[in-house]
């Protein structure tokens, strides 16, 4: 359904026809008509306090893709996941990049640091026509599943386990149609929740062995 590029520092996902995306994007935030969801990988020295992000990116995106919705990320988007699921006919797919490094728990926050970047970009594409309330709905179950799968890893902060990060963000693509319930107990958010989940948990355990070797390099005595 879905078609993915790497074309290093960009990740490019083209939808199988223009859809409805309703997301909090860097660009093209909100609820817009796309084809198209990029992730943009930056490194951390670039995201500094006096950097103008917002304005850099959007030449980015007017330059690479000007329709579409836009995701940044300090992860390196070559370690991207994807998953599929579909249940009673209807298909759900999910591609996901995961850093934990500015890892949070919802409603304690940690103080934060500059240095501190780590995002997970989710995107969840849906076979189904839907009315703008499911949107909403099926957007939820998508949160729903990004949050297990990160809970399940069982990261632990001075504030409580990981649920998230600080920085996330989550675009959901449909058609527009007739369909208005996309909750947990609807065929549609099963295969929402499954495909979100594996996608964001694999992503998660990238992130997990990659933070490992990180510290066993630095603690290394030429690290």
Known sequence: ??????DHPWLDVRLPRPMRALGWAPYGAGLTMTDRVLWREVRNADLSLDFDVDAWFAAEMAQR???????????????????????EGLRAEAVATVGLSNAETVGRRLPWHPADY???????VVDAGLTEAAQL????IAVQARTAAVMAAGMALATGTATGTGTDCVVLACDAGPLR???????????VGAAARAAVAAGVADWQAWAAAERARRAAPDG
């Open 1 to 6: 359904m879905i078609a993915v590029t790497l």
């Open 65 to 87: 893709a000007p329709g579409g919705v836009g995701l940044l990320t300090s992860r390196d988007v070559r370690g991207w996941r994807h998953a599929a699921a579909e249940v």
């Open 118 to 124: 780590g995002t997970i970009n989710l995107l969840v």
């Open 137 to 140: 709905e099926a957007m939820t």
């Open 181 to 191: 319930h996309a909750g947990l107990h609807t065929a549609l958010g099963e295969a």
